[in-house]
């Protein structure tokens, strides 16, 4: 296991810059990289994870999906006020500007309202984004809150796999305890989905064990759209078996990129992918498997393998 970290200040400047110096070890052999959700992707139908990581095949935004991201802008910059003027009110008041940046990030959630920002879908949509931020405020009070991070990204090479997500908000108390924060704005899950969620959270705990050397006293998950939350602790004994699970899946990603053999797994999710129409499970036919595929995750376009 290696942790990956940046170099602290005042060393070597060779060093920082990317030159090994003669004492320094070497830097870790990364073979393969994962995210929760492409871990997850793999795990719940492996075509899926292949259209996504190594066709690369363009999915249409989601006012669903675009609303959690707006929604994840506005509380990621409400922490940038002073604790006293974190209300409802100016969280709602950081919605236009968290808008443009949705857009400016992702163009083409344009398409989402062809009316425009004037029409009355997008006003109806903004106005259901509102309403998360009010479950959102129901659920705590942020003036009495001083997150240690928000959207962190965190990072850690185990026996050559490179595992990274986006940590919504980390909390540390005044004696050290880490406590993961994840904002939902789906539905709180059914038992299956329920399992995702807390892959993710596991995950996240994992990194931050591997990194800080800590396990984090409480994973919580804030479902903003039904106004619940759902927390969870993971012991050293889960997580490393968590982390066996997690190579696993890389090992079994690594021989479906040498066979080409990632098969459907058809299930509730096949109802949200965008993929359905060229899904064999459903009666399409896939694009033929490249000759050289390379992994990419789409979500930060860079490749899984180096
Ligand atoms: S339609 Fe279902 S089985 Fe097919 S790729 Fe999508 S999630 Fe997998």
């Given amino acids: 296991m290696t942790q990956v970290s940046e170099p602290a200040a005042g060393s070597d400047p060779a060093t920082s810059q990317g030159v090994p110096g003669p004492d320094d070890p070497l830097p ?15 795990k719940s139908c492996p075509l899926l994870y292949r259209f996504r990581c190594v066709d690369r095949l363009p999915e249409a935004p989601s006012p669903a999906a675009t609303r959690g991201t707006l929604v994840h802008a506005v509380l990621e910059s409400l922490f940038d006020l002073p ?29 989402l309202f ?12 903004l106005a259901s984004a509102a309403d998360l931020l009010g479950n959102y405020f129901r659920l705590e009070d ?12 965190v990072e850690v090479v185990v026996d050559g796999l490179r595992l990274r997500g986006i940590i919504d908000r980390l909390d540390v108390s005044p004696a050290g305890d880490i406590r993961v924060v994840d904002y939902k704005t789906g539905a709180t899950p059914r038992e299956a989905f329920e399992a995702k969620a807390l892959f993710q959270m596991k ?25 619940d939350t759902l927390s969870y602790a993971a012991d050293e004994d889960e997580l490393r078996r968590f982390e066996r699970t997690l190579k696993a899946i890389w090992a079994a990603i690594s021989r479906a990129m040498q066979t080409g053999d990632f098969r459907p797994s058809p299930s509730r999710l096949c ?18 498997f490249p ?9 930060d376009a860079l490749p899984v393998t180096p």
Avoid: N
């Fill in 203 to 227: 995950f996240y705990a994992l990194v931050l064990w591997r990194t800080r050397g800590v396990v984090p006293r409480q994973l919580r998950l804030m479902y903003l759209a039904d106004t």
């Fill in 142 to 153: 942020p003036s009495r809150l001083e997150p240690a991070s928000r959207e962190e990204r």
């Fill in 28 to 42: 870790p052999v990364v073979l393969g990289s994962l995210s929760p959700s492409r871990a997850a992707d793999f």
């Fill in 114 to 125: 062809p009316e425009g920002a004037s029409g009355t879908e997008f006003a109806e949509w």
């Fill in 291 to 299: 000759q050289s595929p390379v992994l990419t995750d789409p979500r």
């Fill in 83 to 111: 604790a006293a003027e974190r209300t409802l009110e100016r969280a709602r008041d950081l919605l236009p500007a968290a808008w443009e940046r949705v857009r400016a990030e992702t163009p083409d959630v344009e398409s």
């Fill in 271 to 288: 109802d949200w992918c965008d993929h359905k129409p060229i899904c064999p499970a459903h009666g399409g036919t896939p694009p033929p």
